[in-house]
C-alpha cells in the first residue's frame, strides 16, 4: 500500500514537481527558455516572487552569546526537507549559512506539502514545518545553544507538589521543570560509570520519611538511591528547546499513621523559582470523598524574602489557574514558593481524614472481650463479695447495661461510616464522646474490683441486657 501511494503520488507531481527533484539533473535547456536554476537565481537576487510557483525559504541559525541575544552562524550546514504529511520525505535540499547566518533554498509551490529545516553541529536541531503550498517567500529560524557537562547551572524553575490520602499514607506526586544558567545545554558525561558520577547529574533530594518511590518519567535517565533522585537528561535554557515539559516526575508515600496533621519537609539540594503545594478536596475514597485540608506555609514579605533557611511563598488560594488538574476538582494551593539550594521546604497540613481514638482501644477491648475462658469464676466472687446488697447489685446491672448499650451504638456508628452513610467529621465527634461515656464506665466497674470485659453473668447479676 505504501508502494501504491507513493507511486500515485509521483505520477501526480510528475510535471510539477520535477524541478524540485532535478538540480543538477536538469535536462538539457531549451535555447528559448531560460534555464529553471537562472531564473530561480534571479528570483533570488531581485529579492521578489515574479513566478508565483516558486518560493525561497530562508533558514536562519543563530547561537546566543552571554548576554543571551542572537548572533547568526556562518559556514553551518543545513538541510531542508521536503515531506508529505505525516512523514513522507520526497527530497531533502543542502546549503551553507553565509556571513549572515542564513541558508537560502529555492522550492517549488507544492500544495498539501511541508518544509522541515534541520542543522546537526553540536546538537541535532529540527524547525517547525512551514506550509510548501503558501505565496511569498518563508522564514525559519534555528537557534542553536552551546552545550556544558556541569550540572552546578541547573535549576527548578517550576515544581508541582501535589498531597492525596491513602491508608495510614499520603501519597506525594511532585513535577520538576529545569532551567539552567547561561545560554547553554547541559548534557550530562555518562560515558564513565562509577562512584562519581552522581557528581555528574542533576540532583533532586526528597523528604527523608520517602518511601516507595517511583520515577514516573523519565525512567531511563533517572536513578534513585534511598531518597535521592539522579536526573541524566538533557537541560535547555528556558524555552530554548521550543517545550514546557516537565522534565521529572516522581511519586512516592510518606507515612502519617492517619494523623490529621502533617508536616512536610523537603529538603532542597538546589535553586527554586516557582513552587506550589497542591491538595485537592476532593478523593475517591467512599469513607472521605470531601476533604477540609488546611495548608500553612512561610509567606513572603513584600520585598519576597521569608524566614532564613525556609522556601517562602506569596500566597494561600483555591485558584488552580497555574495548577495542571481536572477540572472542577477543588484544591487549596500554597503558590509562588522560592528558595535557594540548602534551604528546607516546609508545609504544616491539617485536617486528613483520621480514625476516632477509640479504634485502637476497640481492638483491644474486642480482644478482652473474647479472651474470658478461665476468669469467670474469679470475678463472679469478687462480685459476689463486693455486690452482695440489692442496692450495689442493681448499680452493678446498670454499669453493665449502659457499657453493652454504648459498645452497640459504637458499633453502629463503625458501619454507618463504612457505608459512606456519615461524615468523617460527625462519626469522629460521637465515637470520641462514646469513649469518653465508656472510660467513666470502665473506672466504676474497677472502683467495684469488676474487670470492664466482664459479662452480667459472670459477675452474678441479671437485666444487665
Known amino acids: 500500500m505504501i508502494r501504491i501511494r507513493t507511486l500515485v503520488l509521483a505520477a501526480a507531481l510528475v510535471g510539477f514537481a520535477l524541478p524540485v527533484f532535478a538540480q543538477g539533473e536538469d535536462p538539457a535547456p531549451d535555447p528559448a527558455v531560460p534555464a529553471a536554476d537562472a531564473v530561480g537565481d ?25 548576554t543571551f541575544a542572537d548572533q547568526p552562524l556562518a559556514d553551518q ?67 542553536l545553544w552551546g552545550t556544558t557537562a556541569d550540572p552546578s547551572g541547573v535549576y527548578i524553575s517550576r515544581a508541582v507538589t501535589v498531597l492525596q490520602p491513602a491508608e495510614e499514607y499520603l501519597i506525594v506526586q511532585q513535577v520538576f521543570t529545569f532551567g539552567i544558567d547561561g545560554p547553554v545545554v547541559f548534557r550530562p558525561d555518562i560515558g564513565e560509570p562509577g562512584p562519581g558520577m552522581r557528581d555528574r547529574l542533576v540532583h533532586v533530594a526528597l523528604p527523608d520519611d520517602a518511601v516507595g518511590v517511583r520515577v514516573i518519567r523519565p525512567e531511563d535517565t533517572t536513578r534513585v538511591i534511598e531518597t535521592d533522585l539522579f536526573f541524566g537528561g538533557e537541560v535547555a535554557p528556558a524555552g530554548g528547546d521550543g517545550s514546557q515539559q516537565p522534565h521529572l516526575i516522581v511519586q512516592y508515600s510518606v507515612r502519617h499513621e492517619n494523623a490529621p496533621s502533617y508536616l512536610l519537609e523537603q529538603p532542597l539540594s538546589m535553586d527554586v523559582e516557582l513552587a506550589s503545594v497542591v491538595v485537592p478536596q476532593t478523593t475517591e475514597y467512599a469513607r472521605h470523598p470531601v476533604l477540609d485540608v488546611h495548608l500553612d506555609v512561610p509567606v513572603c514579605s513584600d520585598e519576597g524574602a521569608g524566614p532564613a533557611g525556609v522556601m517562602c511563598f506569596t500566597e494561600i488560594t483555591d485558584d488552580v489557574d497555574d495548577v495542571s488538574l481536572a477540572a472542577g476538582v477543588d484544591v487549596r494551593v500554597a503558590r509562588g514558593g522560592r528558595a535557594a539550594a540548602g534551604d528546607v521546604m516546609r508545609v504544616t497540613t491539617d485536617g486528613w481524614p483520621s480514625p476516632a481514638p477509640w479504634r485502637s482501644w476497640a481492638g483491644w477491648a474486642l480482644v478482652l472481650l473474647g479472651a474470658l475462658a478461665g476468669t469467670g469464676l474469679v470475678v463472679a466472687e469478687i462480685a459476689r463479695r463486693r455486690g452482695g446488697s440489692d442496692g450495689a447489685r442493681l448499680r452493678l446491672a446498670a454499669l453493665l447495661a449502659e457499657r453493652e448499650r454504648l459498645l452497640g451504638e459504637m458499633a453502629s456508628w463503625s458501619e454507618r461510616l463504612s457505608r459512606g452513610e456519615v461524615l468523617e467529621r460527625e462519626y469522629e465527634l460521637q465515637s470520641t464522646r462514646i469513649h469518653e461515656e465508656l472510660g467513666a464506665i470502665f473506672r466504676e466497674l474497677r472502683n467495684l474490683g469488676i474487670e470492664p470485659d466482664a459479662s452480667a453473668e459472670e459477675v452474678g447479676v441479671s437485666g444487665a441486657a
Open 42 to 66: 534571479a528570483l533570488v537576487e531581485a529579492g521578489r516572487d515574479v513566478d508565483p510557483r516558486w518560493r525561497t525559504i530562508h533558514v536562519r541559525v543563530v547561537r546566543p552569546d552571554e
Open 77 to 143: 550546514r543545513v538541510r531542508l526537507h521536503l515531506v508529505v504529511p505525516p512523514h513522507e520525505v520526497f527530497d531533502t535540499r543542502e546549503a551553507t549559512t553565509g556571513l549572515d547566518g542564513v541558508a537560502r533554498f529555492r522550492v517549488l509551490r507544492t500544495a498539501g506539502a511541508e518544509a522541515w529545516a534541520e542543522v546537526d553541529g553540536e546538537q541535532r536541531l529540527f524547525s517547525d514545518p512551514i506550509d510548501l503550498g503558501a505565496a511569498g517567500d518563508g522564514d525559519i529560524e534555528l537557534r
